[in-house]
């Protein structure tokens, strides 16, 4: 019996003395002094995460992470369950990865892993081990959720296709989707490119009656095509008035149609009056309503005289009222000119002019002034009218003693017996500058004639500003007696056949043309 004691005691001590000269990865506690002085815990690498399970819609991105601190010179392996994915050694002048998977999809960021659409096969548990003594790992598990595609359905709230909201109010907008997965709503209005929002909810503040109109909710999933719903808002605000044309132009016998465009909601009540305040006869005149423009018209098949003058086209709502004012008239329209702004004469210029009118122009009612002259006053004349057996009528009238190379001013208004046009357009007009021209052809069409002996070596040179009497003694002497009319008695008329003598200057120009014609036909002949 003491023997074996004895042995027990041996062997005891024994493992004793071998524990203290054994292996420093051994995991006893009587080695941990060696142990920590080999491989202390600070230095050792640390995974930063906890184990965490993740599910996941098919073909989506996951990311599993594995974080670790001070990795050193330790191997960091990936597995999914008994495969290994990827190894991760850090060999100081750079990392050293091994891929052992050769799933493209697979990939690393930094020490977590990557898989890049997720398929069905891909739902394993996945560890992250770091090659310590023993192992330090962190696992994962991935569920992969299979979706099922449904095709998106929409609907109003509470099915209210038709929403009504005072001015100034917030409409809420909202619709009801469905779909596997949730479908993408986005807003957009009627006559508007841009989308309005996104989501189920619309909300509009401080409601106008610019936001009325059909609002549309579509919903988009991928899995079919995209469904729509539409909701009607209709913002309630008093009328708002605007007359088509201000004042319609038209003729006793003749028709007419004064119209007005009315904005309101809910839709108005609209009625035409005379200026007077009293309602325009139903019996006689038509009152039409186009709903696509929201446009009220008053017709008249044949226009009588006592059908001239102003109306109103009232709308109301229990929201407010307005009106409008359009005039029926019988006066001309303004008139429109047709004559080219250069004119060809000096002192002359016609003017050519138009005017619309039911009935016979009366007169003409002309004013003009020079331009070029600020301190000229207008000059007021009239003309007589014109009959036309239509309501197209056309007028010349010819301007008389004008200054040569000067801009005029004119303006004319029509009348019959309704009254006058309005002036609407002040039309400019310019004269000939004779001087100019001739100098203009002397520079640059008439070549030097040193060589060319036009009449007599004793012939003066003769320059526009020579005196009158000069010129006519060297005419004389060109054409050897022919007569020459004398300058005083150069007259022209216009269409009125009216007859006014020419101006000293005129004169002087007149005679530097006929020096510069005769010089040119003597030196080509």
Known sequence: MWMLSLCLVWIYGMRSSLGQVGSPWHTGAENDYYYEQLHPDDDLPVITTDEQQFAINLGELLVIPCPVHNLGDFTLVWRRGNQILWVLQDRGEGPFIQAVSRDPRINRNGTSLIINGVLPDDESIYTCEISTSPPRSVSHTLKVKVIVAVPPTVYPANNRTTMMIKMGGTAY???????????????????????????????????????????????????????????????????????????????????????????????????????????????????AYDTRNKKHSLQFDRVQKGDFGYYTCNASNFMGNSSALVRLTGRPKPVRFSSPKLGDKDTRYTLVWEVESYSPVLAYNIAYRNETDSNEKWVNFTVPGTTSSSMYHSKEHTFTELEPGASYYVQISARNEFGSSDINETFAFTTVDPVSEVGGVIESQAPPLPEVDIVTAQSPVISPTDNLTEMEEIFQEIFKGNEIPPAEKASVSDSTSETFSLTPREKRAQMVALVTAISLSSFFF
């Not at 088509?244 to 839709?267: H, M, Q, W």
């Open 173 to 287: 907008l909202r619709c009801v989707v469905t779909g596997n997965p949730m479908p993408k709503v986005t807003w957009t209005k009627e006559g508007l490119a841009q989308p309005l929002g996104e989501g189920v909810n619309l909300t509009l503040t401080n409601a106008r009656a610019e936001d009325n109109g059909i609002y549309t909710c579509t919903a988009d999933n991928g899995a079919g095509d995209p469904v729509h719903a539409s909701i009607n808002l209709q913002v309630m605000h008093p009328p708002e008035v605007m007359a088509d044309k201000i004042e319609v132009y038209s003729g006793v016998s003749y028709d007419a149609t004064l119209a007005c465009f009315v904005n309101a909601t809910p839709r108005p009540q609209v009625k035409w009056y005379r200026e007077n305040g009293s309602p325009v006869d139903p019996l006689r005149l038509k009152v």
